[in-house]
């Protein structure tokens, strides 16, 4: 048992029953304290008391907020996405950053779906319609998902659970992922596809990988060139997946019908232009903002900062 202090700070908004395992854990000596909204400033000035520091995704762990961490042996992200954190300082500093891969997949996943739903039937625009006292039932036909293909580019924890629901829709899924063999796309009813033959084939397309380099405007012109007149674009997962000024250009020539956007490249993105398109519905980043979710991903990472302290390994590094 150690009686040292270890101080943790929890710098976004996290469920309070989520880090429950923290404030009732008595062979650590913790010290957690809640203080959100801080600037880049405040964060860089506070952060070297800390040896703990906990977010979600508003926090933007920088080099220069890892320079000044000199007592910062672990990183939390009470979430899936670690592209808010700069991994290469936090390694070249030892500092080790876990995420909660699992905690929010099926809130993802259903917000997916919703959103994919509401884009079909027109049901944002249709609802602020009526709020505004019209009573206009042409302007909203829609379009049914039964027999649509939804072409499914990240086949990932979030992915395979929006092909099972879309299943659930009848709609026919293509796959695609580095890393999903003809096996499993078998097991799991979808078909493997190129995202070119997703782009060319598609109905409805869903992007679910991480932000990296490689799926920065992973879609862009040259896809959305290849794509059916008509398709409509979710992305619940990281804004700058779809390149927004070519998803701007494909709405607006008429090419893409309509998009769902949970994330965007900079966010909040209470200025972004696509956000003036009525064919754009969207929601500010909300895809893990269920009671559900928050509380899970908060107990694994609070769970994980707890093991770690005591034995020196992590359950998701
Ligand atoms: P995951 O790691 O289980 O799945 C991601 C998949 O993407 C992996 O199977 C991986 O092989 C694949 N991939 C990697 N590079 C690729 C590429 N170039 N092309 C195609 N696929 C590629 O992660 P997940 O839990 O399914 O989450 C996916 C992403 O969704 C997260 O990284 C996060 O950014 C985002 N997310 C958003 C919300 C939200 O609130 N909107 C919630 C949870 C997760
Ligand atoms: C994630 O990567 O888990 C999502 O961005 C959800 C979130 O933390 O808001």
Redesign the pocket.
Known sequence: MTTEQINILIADPLSEDGIFPLRQETELNLNVVVDTGLTPEQLIEKIGDFHVLLVRSQTTVTPEVIKAAKNLKLIGRA???V?NIDLQAATEHGIIVVNA?DG??NS?AEHTIAMMTSLARYIPQAYNSLKNGKWDRKSYVGVELKNKTLGV???????VEVAFRAKGQRMQVLA????LTDERAKELGVTKATVDEICEAADFITV?????P??RN?INKEKFAMMKDGVRIIN???GGIINEDDLYDAVTEGKVAGAAL??FVEEPATDNKLLTLPQVIATP?L??STIEAQESVAVDVSNDIIKFFKTGTVTNP
């Open positions: 979430g899936v996405g592209d891969p929010n997949t993802a580019v990240g086949f990932g924890r979030i992915g695609y992922d580095p890393f679910h990988t991480p932000l990296l490689e799926t992973l619940c997962a990281r949970d994330v980043h895809g893990a």
